[in-house]
């Protein structure tokens, strides 16, 4: 079993930053691709940014230029660099780390954009 518990969200303005970081513990082995997915109120779960354990990374399309993901391999550790948030950006945010045929997800940070 992996346990993921991410930190780093928050309140901030418009325009403002956030840094999330997740951390993964337990059984750790052949971790393979590392990722944020997000939930707004009332809308589906949706993939954010992922990084393969080789570095590379895809983003949605709402978030390219504004958001960094990136991942330290040697702490297990993923992280992802949010700049010029919008309101559109609150949400639930999520870590996943896959392994092997598995994919384990942590409880969520919350992340809220005033405009």
């Known amino acids: 079993q992996v346990q993921l518990v991410e930190s780093g969200g928050g309140l901030v303005q418009a325009g403002g930053s956030l840094r999330l970081s997740c951390a993964a513990s337990g059984s750790i082995f052949s971790i393979g691709a590392m990722g944020w997915y997000r939930q707004a109120p009332w809308k589906q779960r949706e993939l954010v940014a992922r990084i393969t354990s080789g570095g590379t990374t895809n983003y949605a399309d709402s978030v390219k230029g504004r958001f960094t993901i990136s991942r330290d391999n040697a702490k297990n550790k993923v992280y992802l660099q949010m700049n010029s948030l919008k309101p559109e950006d609150t949400a639930s945010y999520y870590c996943?780390?896959?392994?092997?045929?598995?994919?384990?997800w942590g409880q969520g940070t919350q992340v809220t954009v005033s405009s």
């Open positions: 996943t780390v896959v392994q092997v045929l598995n994919t384990y």
